[in-house]
């Protein structure tokens, strides 16, 4: 960036006044690289850094054995263990919830009757039975922890199993709101199904630690975040790595930096303002060859999830549009028009696709 401030002051336009770093100098890689320390979670695992922070923060521990296993289904008691270490309550002077299966004395008395107290299972159990060893679904955990942490909202998600008159609509749509969960699929949730330990924990551990949360609009990567994208559909298998390397938010330099490198392109309408993002990609392995890399495929988005109308400019050099092969990787860059007060717009990156990553320009 101190390339850029120079070169603008004196006007001067060479390619490498836009501050770009290679794989090497960004700041966070949202890849796993490491397994877990337990035999059966491998490397790369999906869940591996959720598993990670519930061991740091003493809320889950593995088996003597060395192993996490991670496909168990989880009881009722083992979650509220695992909530209890996690909110710290008090567990003095609570209420005698009046169960039929847990009743003072018992092992578990004084969590559960806190729990219970705190409005956490009361929901749940029936017939003054809190049944214990009962295994915990989908719907439930999203309740659970709902209310645990007081989570709301409705996301723009919405799941065909968990209709709005579904008893668990509102605790399934305020984990989906907050980038918690996004289903089994597209459009299921699959509520009934039984919850094991690998997926109450990578739940809780995003309840707990936002930083942990999947790249979504309201929880958008930041410069010098590299984000990996690895999937398949209609349109073949992908897998690469992007992220934004620099920005230029502040409008008047620019429009600066545009005007020196194109000075056929227009200011910008009154109101608006040009900003500058440039993109590292790396294309690992692609079934289609070559992989077809576009700055078209990047949209600007006001805070409100509104679009920003397009303007067309001819971006400077090197810009972000070629051809890539397997293992191939290039920087450049990205512009757009966005509002005059907007410090800090948000880019999209093939919205409404599988690929679908939002970054945050700052």
């Not at 320390?37 to 088996?63: C, T, V």
């Not at 989570?151 to 799941?159: A, E, I, N, P, R």
């Not at 972000?320 to 990787?329: F, M, S």
């Amino acid at each position: 960036m101190k390339k850029l401030l120079s070169s603008l002051l004196v006007l001067v336009l060479v390619l490498s006044s836009f501050s770009m770093v290679s794989a090497s100098g960004v700041k966070e890689v949202k890849v796993t690289t490491a397994a877990a320390g337990f035999r059966d979670i491998p490397q790369n695992y999906w869940a591996e850094e959720e598993i990670q922070y519930l061991i740091s923060q003493k809320i889950i521990n593995g088996y003597s054995d060395g192993t996490f296993r991670p496909n168990d289904k989880l009881s009722r008691i083992q979650v509220a263990l695992m909530i209890q270490r996690a909110k710290g309550y008090s567990e003095t002077n609570r209420p005698n919830p009046n169960l039929t299966d847990i009743k003072p004395g018992n092992k578990y008395y004084s969590l559960v009757a806190t729990l219970m107290d705190e409005g956490l299972f009361s929901h749940l159990v029936k017939n003054r039975t809190f049944d214990p060893g009962k295994t915990v679904t989908r719907a439930e955990m999203a309740s659970i922890l709902a209310k645990a942490y007081n989570l709301t909202g409705v996301s723009t998600k919405q799941f065909y199993d968990v209709p709005s008159n579904h008893w668990a609509y509102k605790f399934v749509q305020a984990l989906a709101a907050n980038d918690i969960t996004y289903g089994t699929s597209e459009t299921t949730f699959s509520p009934n199904q039984e919850v094991n330990r690998v997926q109450f924990s990578a739940f809780l551990a995003r309840t707990l630690n936002e930083d942990l949360r999947e790249n979504s609009m309201t929880n958008p990567a930041s410069v010098g975040e590299l984000w990996e994208f690895k999937g398949e559909d209609w349109n073949g298998y992908r897998h690469y790595q992007i992220g934004i390397t620099d920005v230029i938010t502040d409008g008047d330099m620019a429009w600066e930096f545009i005007k020196q490198a194109k000075p056929y392109n227009q200011p910008a309408p009154a109101g608006k303002k040009y900003v500058l993002a440039a993109f590292y990609f790396k294309l690992i392995k692609s079934d289609n060859q070559p992989f077809d890399l576009d700055y078209i495929n990047i949209d600007a988005v006001k805070k409100n999830g509104e679009l920003y109308d397009y303007f067309y400019i001819d971006v400077p050099e090197p810009d972000l549009r070629t051809e890539l092969y397997n293992g191939q990787e290039f920087e450049g860059m990205a512009a757009f028009v966005v509002d005059e007060d907007d410090e800090a717009p948000l880019l999209v990156w093939k919205r409404n696709w599988a690929d679908q990553i939002w970054f945050e320009m700052k």
